[in-house]
């Protein structure tokens, strides 16, 4: 039985709110001691490459940079999407500590064994 | 692994028969031409008999030039059995390698019997070898390989990768060799929610990741 906690994340550095309040969420989780994941999708894979949080801060939030290393540092994860990364030309190498690239099935593994997901439009 | 070494082999002051054959055994096994091309006399006088026939080549340069064309490619490269000995006043070196080279998994098994001169250099080799002999999936590690390349997730992994592991029979392994990022992480993934077994996941270290499946159903 999976208990991870699985936040979606599609935004980049284009949209700072809805890049950063998965991250809000999934940190919360981690400091309680969760096992919480950050799923991020689309743009948002951008986020888990070194330099890709850099100037992503939204008015009343927290600083994405410092967010996702405070988040890292709990014990949280980030999953980056194989099938948008690729296309990026994201690579292994290119990664920020706490992030790795991953497919569907693994993501498609851990609910069927009862991860929970969460949304963020 | 089946070694059998002679006794103080290593360290030995005086070079015999069986002090030389174990130095180039052990050379020969990490794969140190350099280090075995020193156990040579420079004027070695190799014959070989091979699968092909006999062949016949001369100096040390040459004579470690073909060792390094059967066994320096290889990836992995594994020593199944050796021995290293003396049969009165020549020296004996036999070593079966399981490897993986440009055309799949071999077995190959060499005979040497070596010359070593009074200076404790080999001045002669005689060599049987076996040829590299494929191993047939059916035989008893029931191995098969499917390289999966860069395919990911959106392009068509899965699929392939159910389509492979069914022409395989239930209890055989699948080795997937994969480059692809998130495939690393997927294939375990999909294997598992496919009802089969994980047996290893090994890094060879030049990109790839080898993930060996038992077919489970």
Redesign the interface.
Known sequence: MSEKLIFNCTYGKEEPERATLPFVAANIAAAAGQDAIVLCTIEAVWLGTKGGTDGVAQPGLPVLGHLYAEFIDNGGQVWLCGACAKPRGITEDQLEKGSTIVGAAKVVEEVVAGAKTVAFA | MLTIQAPGSTGASSKGPRDVAAAFLDALAEREFTAARSVLAQDVRFRMLVPGGLMTDEGADATIGWFRSWFAEADPFQVEASSADEVEGRAAVTYRLRLHNANGWQLIEQHLMLDVNADGRVGAIDLLCSGFRPIAVDEPDRVHQYDAGDR???DG??GEFRRQIQHIPIGHVLVVSTR????K???P??A??MGHVIRSIEAPGDGRLLVSVERGR
């Open positions: 990911g997730c959106a992994l899965a692809d990022p998130a495939a992480e997927d294939l993934s999909l598992r929610l």
